[in-house]
């Protein structure tokens, strides 16, 4: 995502049309944030401060116009479980725990951006994304569909767990499951609609319908029952907890930012090629921290830019930032106004909202791609067995570790390539993959296929070195092309060290070609660079080349 306005010069922003998505969105979020409240075991009020948070924060600070930063699903579910492991049991230990976790979440956001790690757009492969996704969305899903029926199961393992919510259906409470499935359709319904508020719409008909026909008599419970929805804030302050609490949570919170960035960059940035927008992703950041930081203050929850809440603000037809803040106002008006008749809903509607809302994430559409292109099948599936087998947490960072071990085999697996011109032109290629290519007469010319860092620079070079001593054809020069490597880490200039001197030892020249700024000014004060005659030079291959010919020229 590259620094920019976020809204292009032929699409200019219409108040009116933000005013009318924001009222459209307002009644899909309010619903949401409670519900999502409930995933997350925590107060129904710790959704709605999350929303607000993220709202305002991201008004001001983002840069997409179609963004809406609040609380999510995934969130909730990784937060819950987060807690639930380091709690005990414990019900104020797992309130002060989430409220941690979410202040330690912005401050890595904020981190993150101040260090401008932006560039860095996805810290989890698609593949594993998706798969995580898909096993998160069928997670929630049934444990909503158990909290509906009135079974309450605690395994993770949602291998076992199925079957015991099925041993359990005489158990059912049929009149709840009733209320739920009435609500989908309903949802479904004013979903056909796209300025239609409907989860407010259906919240709206949830109450009335549950006064009116009494359903706790029938024991369909209301939210208030969970918890009253208390919005009289706090003066911040930070918890208070053992040192090795805070190291277990800076754990969780960088996993937390992993899957929150890669959902937030996803929404963010499919809007932003749809309508030719750019965006900036280390602002975005520094407003996702400064998101997560208000909301963990006064007690909220994770917030991020969610694709559901995303796409409906784009459908509602918003058209600059303005949307989020109005959402903000309404939803404000809405809570002070007719905040004790919200506690009134009943329990199955909230379930319905969440089903419905992460109905999309359960299509095989976006999964099966991988298997049609034979290529990350095996990464999709683990990612979903990781959710449905180990749980939502422990998925989660089973499907991290997998992207990292990715990323790091990719880069550490790279080789190394020999350049010859092709056609007789300024060009080269790897003559490996283009036989037509011809070596340059004395001169070895060699190049990295992945940028040189810790993992894979000894490998790299010390092929490179293997190269020059076993050449079949006498050579008096020897060309490294590093455009792949913008900078250098610690080990790599130690390695590239010690390749000066071996190259100079076998009596050869050495021209490091396509360096970068970074990279040419770390190596030019290395005294091994004038010690061994090594040249460093930021021309393409065929002027190292032309170099290389002068070198030998001069020596003569």
Same mark, same amino acid.
């Given at each position: ?11 200019? *922003? ?11 969105? %307002?009644?899909?979020?309010? !619903? ?11 107060? *129904? ?7 607000? /948070? ?36 414990? !019900? ?31 810290? @989890? ?14 997670? @929630? ?7 509906? &029926? ?136 520094? /407003? ?37 803040? &109005?959402? %903000? ?8 106004? &007719? ?47 990781? &959710? ?59 190049? !990295? ?14 092929? /490179? ?8 054809? *006498?050579?008096?020069?020897? @060309? ?32 490091? /070609? ?12 290395? !005294? ?29």
């Amino acid at each position: 995502m590259s620094s920019a306005s976020s809204t292009t010069p032929t699409e200019q *922003p219409n108040r009116w049309q933000d005013l009318l998505a924001g009222l459209s969105i %307002a009644g899909l979020l309010l !619903p949401e944030a409670v519900a999502y409240s409930s995933i997350a075991a925590l107060a *129904p009020q710790a959704g709605v401060i999350a929303l607000f /948070a993220g709202l305002l924060c991201y008004g001001l600070l983002g840069t997409s116009r179609f963004a809406i930063v609040s609380a999510t699903s995934s969130s909730a579910a990784v937060l819950a479980a987060a807690t639930a492991t380091l709690a005990n049991g414990d !019900p104020a230990l797992r309130s002060t725990l989430a409220i941690a976790l979410v202040l330690v979440t912005g401050a890595f956001f904020l981190l993150a951006g101040l260090f401008k790690l932006g560039s860095v757009t996805s810290f @989890i492969a698609k593949p594993v994304l998706r798969g995580f996704a898909f096993g998160l969305a069928l997670t @929630i899903i049934l444990k909503q569909v158990a909290s509906v &029926v009135g079974v309450h199961l605690t395994d993770a393992n949602l291998v076992r767990f199925l079957p015991q919510l099925l041993e359990q259906l005489p158990k059912w409470n049929w009149v709840a499951a009733s209320v739920a499935a009435v609500a989908l359709a309903l949802l479904w319904l004013f979903g056909k609609f796209r300025r239609l508020p409907g989860g407010l719409l259906v919240v709206v008909i949830g109450i009335v319908a549950g006064q009116w026909l009494n359903l706790t008599a029938h024991g369909v419970p209301m939210i208030g029952v969970i918890g009253v929805i208390d919005l009289s804030l706090e003066v911040p302050r930070l918890p208070v907890l053992p040192f090795a609490d805070w190291l277990r949570l800076g754990e969780l919170g960088f996993a937390m930012v992993m899957i929150l960035y890669a959902e937030s960059y996803g929404s963010i940035s499919a809007y932003a090629l749809k309508h030719g927008d750019r965006v900036t992703s280390n602002r975005d950041l520094l /407003a996702l921290g400064a998101s997560n930081l208000l909301s963990g203050l006064f007690h909220g929850m994770p917030a991020g830019a969610g694709y559901s809440a995303t796409s409906a603000n784009e459908a509602a037809g918003a058209t600059s930032r303005f949307a989020g803040i &109005v959402a %903000a106002l309404v939803v404000l008006v809405i809570v002070l106004t &007719v905040l004790p008749y919200i506690a009134l809903t009943p329990e199955p509607i909230l379930a319905a909202i969440v089903i419905h809302a992460l109905g999309r994430g359960l299509s095989l559409q976006p999964l099966g791609r991988y298997f049609i292109w034979r290529r990350d099948r095996l990464l999709v599936i683990c990612a979903v067995g990781a &959710v449905l087998l180990l749980g939502v947490l422990d998925g989660l960072l089973v499907a991290v570790a997998i992207s990292v071990l990715l990323m790091l085999k990719q880069m550490s697996s790279a080789d190394i390539q020999v350049l010859g011109r092709i056609d007789g032109g300024h060009d080269f290629v790897d003559v490996r993959r283009h036989p037509a290519a011809t070596a340059e007469p004395g001169v070895l010319i060699v190049r !990295p296929s992945e940028a040189l860092f810790f993992a894979n620079v000894e490998r790299i070079l010390g092929g /490179a070195l293997r190269l020059v001593r076993h050449s079949q054809v *006498p050579i008096h020069t020897v @060309i490294l092309s590093l455009e792949e490597s913008p900078d250098l880490d610690g080990t790599s200039i130690e390695a590239l060290q010690e390749f000066f001197l071996r190259v100079h030892q076998e009596g050869k020249f050495l021209v490091l /070609a396509r360096l970068k700024d970074h990279a040419q000014t770390v190596l030019a004060a290395l !005294p091994e660079v004038e010690a061994n005659g090594v040249i460093l030079s930021g021309l393409s291959v065929d002027g190292a080349v032309q170099q290389a010919r002068s070198l030998t020229v001069t020596q003569e």
